[in-house]
């Protein structure tokens, strides 16, 4: 079946169509997801392996930033959540073209838009309290400075791809519904 270039019901092209991965990985969304996904993964990441350190007369592990464990135990459970978010959202974009009632695809936009617009705001909370906590982290010796840094930046750079996948989910559904 030809396409015909014009509006598609909430992003999705004709059901029951060949799937095209070529196609599928250039799309912006499909990129953001992706960039979402990797610095997720760079957050809760570098925070599990190098954010928790011993001092000397202590034997218990503390946070790098601050040592405030609420800090880290955040992070870590918004890097995971997004990860797993961002895979099975993945697989949901894969899906949502075969999907041959409109009003299902409808609702998986609108749940993506829903998720999409918390976890901006989930992120940026994150990005201010690991600036914040690193910002009063004075004892720097021993700390894996560069992690901590990875970690406060992939935070940021997180907002703005959950940002941009929001807004492009808010245009689909725009050009649907004014059609």
Known sequence: MEETGGATAYGASLAGGGFDVNKFVRQPQTIVRFLSWIFALVVFASITTEGYINSPHDPNAKCIFNQNDSAC?????IG????????GFLVLD?????????????YAVMADLGFSGAW????????????????????????????ARATVAFSFFSIATWVSRKTVLYQTLNVVLFI
């Not at 705001?121 to 720097?140: D, M, R, Y």
């Open 73 to 77: 135990h955040y992070a870590i459970g």
């Open 80 to 87: 995971v959540i997004a990860f797993l978010a961002c895979v």
């Open 94 to 106: 894969v899906y949502v073209p075969y999907m041959s009632n409109a009003q299902e695809r409808k």
């Open 120 to 147: 901006t705001f989930l992120w940026f909370v994150c990005f201010c309290l690991l600036a914040s906590q690193w910002g009063k982290t004075h004892e720097i010796g021993g700390v894996p400075v560069d992690a």
